[in-house]
């Protein structure tokens, strides 16, 4: 039996009509949306089933709408596909997606994480709305030409590496005049450049009030030693004490994703199959970009 590694995926990854058809082929399912509607306190199933997309793409909605769905779909892997959560060995999850990856590993029970992503979500809505605010997705050029685009763009507005996703697709986040500062300087070079839809510059210092927060939701709950390793976003490494894991997803806020490493690291322990588990096929075209031929399997194709 391969080694496997199970991805999640984060903001982002949302789309209206996202868990309904994995529900009507799996009813089982549907007790995740079930459990969330009486911890969030409205209908989340109604608005990943059928939106509005304003209202599903809000940041204090689409966080706790993709962790749910995410679960609903490792419910259904597990049952059809129990091997592969058997041979899973390591995980990891996309920024928000880590958290779906912790209580997966046993880290965090199900209803804790959806109580934190949800404060988490509200909380970087709240930091963003103070803070106009982007961010920006730069592809096919190379880092060093990112980090200088990034560079002369900051002269109009703050503005930083935000993702390290894979090679050639590199995100920046800041101010807003910076952000589209950064869209004409990656153009002129030869790239390309897609502002994203989000409500602010997320893993980057504007998200500070947002932090603060996050530490105090997470002082509410019971964090435990995962069962099996999680890939920290803020480092590529993993921690196996719950007091560095609290302190490594507040820190989450404000840092960039490393996650080209975070794959990498995957590799060089003998991962040999990964499972994207959730909304979308991000993660499976990045790891594309990161290794060819590495098997990657999309569990919610809906």
């Known amino acids: ?19 309904r058809n994995l529900v009507e082929s799996f009813p089982p ?40 769905t995410s679960f609903a779909a490792l419910d259904q892997l597990r049952s059809q596909n129990p091997e592969a959560a058997e041979s899973c060995v390591i995980t990891a999850g996309l920024s928000l997606g880590e958290y779906t990856a912790l209580a997966f590993a046993g880290a965090m029970s199900f209803e804790d994480g959806l109580r934190v992503v949800q404060k988490r979500g509200q909380a970087m809505q709240s930091a963003a709305e103070a803070n106009p605010s982007g961010m920006v997705s730069i592809l096919l050029l190379e880092l060093d030409q990112v980090e200088q685009i990034c560079q002369e763009a900051s002269a109009v507005g703050m503005l930083t590496i935000a993702n390290y996703l894979c090679p050639k697709n590199i995100v920046l986040s800041g101010e807003t005049a910076a952000c589209q500062k950064a869209v004409e300087l990656a153009e002129a070079a030869g790239g390309r450049a897609i502002p994203l839809s989000v409500a602010g510059a997320f893993h980057t210092s504007l998200m500070k009030p947002a932090d603060e ?14 069962e099996i390793p999680v890939v920290s976003n803020v480092d590529a490494d993993v921690h196996e004490s719950a007091r560095e894991i609290h302190d490594l997803l507040v820190r989450q806020v404000v840092s960039p994703v490393l996650w080209e490493d975070s794959m990498r690291r995957m590799l060089d322990r003998g991962v040999e199959e990964f499972y994207e588990i959730g909304p979308g096929k991000v993660l499976r075209g990045l790891m594309k970009r990161i290794h060819r031929k590495i098997p990657v399997h999309s569990v919610l194709d809906d």
Do not use: H
């Open 213 to 226: 927060r996050l530490a105090e939701a997470l002082a509410n709950i019971t964090l435990r030693n995962p």
């Open 29 to 68: 399912a549907r007790k995740w949306y079930d459990q969330a509607n009486d911890i969030v306190g409205y209908d989340l199933a109604q608005y990943c089933f059928e939106g509005p997309a304003e209202k599903l793409d809000a940041t204090d909605i689409s966080q706790p709408a993709i962790y749910v």
């Open 1 to 19: 039996m391969s080694s496997t590694a199970f991805l999640f995926p984060g903001q982002g990854a949302q789309f209206v009509g996202m868990g």
